[in-house]
């Protein structure tokens, strides 16, 4: 299994990006998709996941700025970046677990894959 993030860069606060995570070697349709914020210095955090099913959940921090999707045809997976700060700055790495939400987002189950993350970069 393959996961590559792209679509991150350097943007103003207040701006947006859309993150996609690309993966191979597996059918995503029947995965959960979680993308993971690790900030300069600091321990990897779940931002955002969404289920098989469609359902979607947030870090506290990202509600209401950040939205999630995915497409199964595309083995895709995406994050809107909306309203950005600089406390989004970082690196964003996706994973695709067969796992509920919840215990991805708080890592209380840890992906055995993270794939290559990308660097976002909140500054004025």
């Known amino acids: 299994v393959q996961l590559q993030a792209s679509g991150g860069g350097s943007v103003q606060p207040g701006g947006s990006l859309r993150l996609s995570c690309e993966v191979s070697?597996?059918?995503?349709?029947?995965?959960?998709i979680a993308w993971y914020h690790q900030a300069p210095g600091k321990e990897r955090e779940g931002v955002s996941c969404i289920s098989a099913a469609g359902t979607t959940e947030y870090a506290d921090s990202v509600k209401g700025r950040f939205a999630i999707s995915r497409d199964n045809a595309k083995n895709m997976g995406y994050l809107q970046m909306n309203s950005l700060k600089p406390t989004d700055t970082g690196v964003y790495s996706c994973?695709?677990?067969?796992?509920?939400?919840?215990?991805?987002?708080?890592?209380?189950?840890?992906?055995?894959?993270w794939g290559r993350g990308t660097q976002v970069t909140v500054s004025s």
């Open positions: 070697g597996l059918s995503l349709r029947h995965y959960a």
């Open positions: 994973a695709a677990e067969l796992a509920r939400c919840d215990h991805l987002l708080t890592l209380y189950i840890r992906p055995g894959n």
